[in-house]
C-alpha cells in the first residue's frame, strides 16, 4: 500500500461545554473539547501528528498546539471565516492520503458570549476597515447588512418571500428541540420569526444565529489505525472548497454563494449525487445562508431554495431531507466560526448517535450512509464541503 492511497476516516469527535460558559477560557475549551475526541476514539495523544487551529492566539496553531502538550509534524493554520474547519478537514485528509501525517486533530474554542457579557470585548459590526472594506464599511456597511442584501438579491429576483425564509429559523428550532445540548430548545413559529425586532432588512431578530461559548474537535487519522479505535470509522469521500470574493462589488451573482463550486467538486470527488444524500448539516449564522447552500449544493434548483424549505423538507422528523439536525447556528450554539461543529453533528449522525434527532435513511429507514457538512465564511467569501459516509 503507497501513502497515497490511503484512506482517511474520521475516529473520534467531541464538543466541549457549550451554551453559557462563564467559568472557561477559551484554551480551556480547546482542551477540554481535545480530551473528549481523542477519548472517543479511544487514541492516546502520542499518535496525534498533526494539529489544525485557528482564530486564537497570535501564533495560532502553535499556542493552541502548546497549551495541548504537542509537539506536531504537520500543522495548518488556514483562517477563511465559518468554512475553515472544512477547508482544514480537506487539507488534513490529502496530508493523510499522502503519508505526510497519520492522525490529524481539529479544535476550536470560543467564549464569544462570555467575552461581551463581562466586558472583555464587544459586538463588532464588521472585520476592520483596511484592505477592500475600506470602500464598504464607512457607508455602514455591516457584516450582517452583507448577508441582509444578498437575501434580498434573492426574493427580488426569485419571489422568495420572508415566510419561506423563517421557515428555516422554525425548522432548526424544531429540531433543536430534539437535542439536549441545544442552547435554545423552546418551539417557534413563522408569525414569532416575522414579528421579532428588524436587525438588518429583511433579518429580524429570529434570522440571526445565537451567540453562545462552546469547543469542538474532530480526529482524522488514516486506515491502518481504525481497528484500534473505540467507534466506527466514518470515512471522507470527498472534500472540495472555494474561495469567492472579499469586496461585495466583485461577487459576480447574491443569489449563488461559493458553495456551488465546493460542493461540485465535493460531490464529484466522491463519486455521489446530491440526490443520495440523507442529511446536510449547513452553515446557518443566518436563514438565508441555508436557503442558498441547498440551491448550491444541487438539492433544488436555483431559485427554487424558496419553496425547496416549505411543508417541512428540513425536518429531523418527516423531513425529506433533514438539515442541521442538532439546531444548527440559528438554535444549538454558535461561538463563532462554527464550521466544525457541523463535522462533529455530521459524525454523529453516521454512527447512529443522534438519540431523539437521530437521522433515518431515505430508502431503508436504517442508519443514513451518506451526508455532507457545508460550510459558508465572511459574507459568503468561501466555502468548504465534505462528504462522509460509514461502511
Known amino acids: 500500500?503507497?501513502?497515497?492511497?490511503?484512506?482517511?476516516?474520521?475516529?473520534?469527535?467531541?464538543?466541549?461545554?457549550?451554551?453559557?460558559?462563564?467559568?472557561?477560557?477559551?484554551?480551556?475549551?480547546?482542551?477540554?473539547?481535545?480530551?473528549?475526541?481523542?477519548?472517543?476514539?479511544?487514541?492516546?495523544?502520542?499518535?496525534?501528528?498533526?494539529?489544525?487551529?485557528?482564530?486564537?492566539?497570535?501564533l495560532a496553531p502553535v499556542e493552541v498546539a502548546e497549551y495541548l502538550g504537542l509537539r506536531p509534524t504537520w500543522v495548518d493554520s488556514t483562517s477563511v471565516?465559518?468554512?475553515?474547519?472544512?477547508?482544514?478537514?480537506?487539507?488534513?485528509?490529502?496530508?493523510?492520503?499522502?503519508?505526510h501525517a497519520n492522525a490529524v486533530l481539529l479544535v476550536y474554542g470560543s467564549t464569544a458570549r462570555a467575552d461581551i457579557r463581562t466586558g472583555r470585548r464587544t459586538g463588532n459590526l464588521s472585520f476592520g476597515a483596511r484592505g477592500p472594506l475600506q470602500f464598504e464599511v464607512p457607508y455602514g456597511h455591516t457584516l450582517i447588512a452583507k448577508y441582509a442584501m444578498a437575501a434580498r438579491r434573492h426574493m427580488i429576483e426569485h419571489g422568495t418571500t420572508i415566510e419561506q425564509l423563517a421557515e428555516v429559523a422554525v425548522q432548526a428550532r424544531a429540531n433543536a428541540a430534539l437535542?439536549?445540548?441545544?442552547?435554545?430548545?423552546?418551539?417557534?413559529?413563522?408569525?414569532?420569526?416575522?414579528?421579532?425586532?428588524?436587525?438588518?432588512?429583511?433579518?429580524?431578530?429570529?434570522?440571526?444565529?445565537?451567540?453562545?461559548?462552546?469547543?469542538?474537535?474532530?480526529?482524522?487519522?488514516?486506515?491502518?489505525?481504525?481497528?484500534?479505535?473505540?467507534?466506527?470509522?466514518?470515512?471522507?469521500?470527498?472534500?472540495?472548497?472555494?474561495?469567492?470574493?472579499?469586496?461585495?462589488?466583485?461577487?459576480?451573482?447574491?443569489?449563488?454563494g461559493p458553495a456551488a463550486v465546493s460542493g461540485r467538486l465535493a460531490f464529484e470527488r466522491a463519486g455521489v449525487r446530491p440526490e443520495e444524500i440523507d442529511f446536510a448539516e449547513i452553515y446557518d449564522a443566518f436563514t438565508y445562508m441555508t436557503l442558498v447552500t441547498l440551491e448550491d449544493l444541487g438539492f433544488c434548483g436555483k431559485g427554487e431554495g424558496g419553496a425547496f424549505v416549505e411543508k417541512g423538507?428540513?425536518?429531523?422528523?418527516?423531513?425529506?431531507?433533514?438539515?442541521?439536525?442538532?439546531?444548527?447556528?440559528?438554535?444549538?450554539?454558535?461561538?463563532?466560526?462554527?464550521?466544525?461543529?457541523?463535522?462533529?453533528?455530521?459524525?454523529?449522525?453516521?454512527?447512529?448517535?443522534?438519540?431523539?434527532?437521530?437521522?433515518?435513511?431515505?430508502?431503508?429507514?436504517?442508519?443514513?450512509?451518506?451526508?455532507?457538512?457545508?460550510?459558508?465564511?465572511?459574507w459568503f467569501c468561501s466555502s468548504g464541503t465534505v462528504v462522509l459516509g460509514r461502511d
Open 1 to 58: 500500500m503507497t501513502p497515497a492511497s490511503r484512506k482517511v476516516a474520521v475516529v473520534g469527535v467531541a464538543l466541549a461545554d457549550c451554551g453559557r460558559v462563564d467559568d472557561a477560557t477559551p484554551y480551556a475549551l480547546h482542551a477540554q473539547a481535545a480530551r473528549r475526541a481523542l477519548a472517543d476514539a479511544g487514541l492516546d495523544r502520542e499518535v496525534v501528528d498533526g494539529f489544525a487551529s485557528a482564530g486564537l492566539g497570535t
Open 81 to 99: 471565516g465559518g468554512s475553515t474547519w472544512e477547508v482544514m478537514a480537506a487539507h488534513a485528509a490529502d496530508a493523510i492520503a499522502r503519508g
Open 179 to 256: 437535542n439536549p445540548e441545544a442552547m435554545f430548545r423552546a418551539p417557534i413559529t413563522v408569525d414569532d420569526v416575522l414579528a421579532g425586532p428588524m436587525i438588518a432588512d429583511p433579518f429580524t431578530k429570529l434570522h440571526c444565529c445565537i451567540r453562545s461559548d462552546g469547543g469542538a474537535a474532530v480526529l482524522l487519522a488514516a486506515e491502518e489505525f481504525v481497528r484500534d479505535c473505540r467507534t466506527a470509522p466514518v470515512w471522507v469521500l470527498g472534500t472540495g472548497e472555494h474561495v469567492s470574493h472579499a469586496a461585495m462589488s466583485e461577487w459576480p451573482d447574491f443569489t449563488t
Open 313 to 378: 423538507r428540513l425536518l429531523v422528523r418527516g423531513g425529506e431531507l433533514p438539515v442541521n439536525t442538532d439546531g444548527g447556528g440559528l438554535s444549538a450554539q454558535h461561538p463563532g466560526m462554527r464550521g466544525l461543529f457541523l463535522l462533529v453533528e455530521a459524525v454523529r449522525q453516521l454512527r447512529g448517535e443522534g438519540g431523539e434527532r437521530q437521522v433515518r435513511g431515505r430508502r431503508d429507514g436504517e442508519l443514513p450512509r451518506l451526508g455532507v457538512a457545508s460550510a459558508t465564511g465572511g
